[in-house]
């Protein structure tokens, strides 16, 4: 199994819905990444889980909550967004901490209505 | 942090070569990475970059020179598929290990017949 995974493909919710999003890989990579991309935009870091732990949280707004249950899996906890979130979500990882890329999913494409 | 410039678009024959050119200014350098992205697709990893010097992998080749904070991607014998936007991004070393990848804004390649 050589990809990332993330369900749902498409996800339309109100904003005073609560959703999650999902990622999974079975690479063993140790390194776990969200992402957010607006169009014409490039990705913009979210959050970095590294042996399951967070490692980076860019200062986003806590109505994006991360969660990382196991080395495959990372969730993203979505709260009470605005429209103004609506983006293609990204995530990637990584096999370890040497001069690896990252293997990117292929995306879940929010619209907050 | 890290400030990374390319050109917006570039347009070019099939059959041509082009080369997409990024420089970057960054406290801490880890690494340059380039990703191709179809509109409305996730990034997928070409090449990298961490010394000096030319790295080629079949049609595409990348460059670096840390001294000048500059690289370049070289795309040969252009197909109707490499039309995409083009990525350039830097790891950045001062943070922990894991690192934080900071993507510029993308050149998008038009190939025209």
């Known amino acids: 199994d050589t990809e990332v995974t993330q369900t749902p493909k498409h996800l339309v919710m109100g904003m005073t819905n609560k959703k999650s999003l999902k990622c999974e890989q079975h690479?063993?990579?140790?390194?776990m990444y969200w992402y957010k991309q607006k169009a014409k935009k490039p990705p913009e870091l979210m959050f970095v889980?590294?042996?399951?732990?967070?490692?980076i949280n860019e200062s986003v707004p806590s109505r994006f909550s991360p969660e990382c249950p196991n080395s495959s899996l990372l969730n993203l906890h979505l709260h009470a967004l605005q429209p103004e979130d609506s983006a293609l979500y990204l995530c990637?990882?990584?096999?370890?901490?040497?001069?690896?890329?990252?293997?990117f999913g292929p995306g879940t494409r929010l619209t907050v209505t | 942090g890290q400030n990374i410039d390319q050109p917006t678009e570039m347009t070019a024959t099939e059959g041509a070569i082009v080369q997409i050119n990024c420089t970057y200014q960054?406290?801490?350098?880890?690494?340059l990475f380039w990703y191709q992205q179809h509109a409305g697709e996730a990034p997928t990893f070409l090449s990298y970059?961490?010394?000096?010097g030319l790295e080629e992998k079949g049609r595409f080749s990348s460059f670096l020179s840390r001294s000048k904070g500059y690289s370049y991607l070289l795309l040969k014998e252009l197909q109707m598929k490499d039309s995409a936007s083009y990525l350039c991004?830097?790891?950045?070393?001062?943070?922990?290990?894991?690192?934080?990848?900071?993507f510029g804004a993308g050149t998008q390649v038009v190939v025209t017949p």
């Open positions: 990637a990882s990584r096999p370890g901490q040497g001069m690896d890329e990252q293997y």
């Open positions: 690479m063993g990579h140790r390194a």
């Open positions: 889980y590294s042996y399951e732990k967070l490692s």
């Open positions: 960054t406290s801490g350098f880890n690494g």
């Open positions: 970059n961490v010394l000096d």
């Open positions: 991004a830097v790891r950045d070393g001062t943070t922990d290990s894991w690192g934080k990848f900071q």
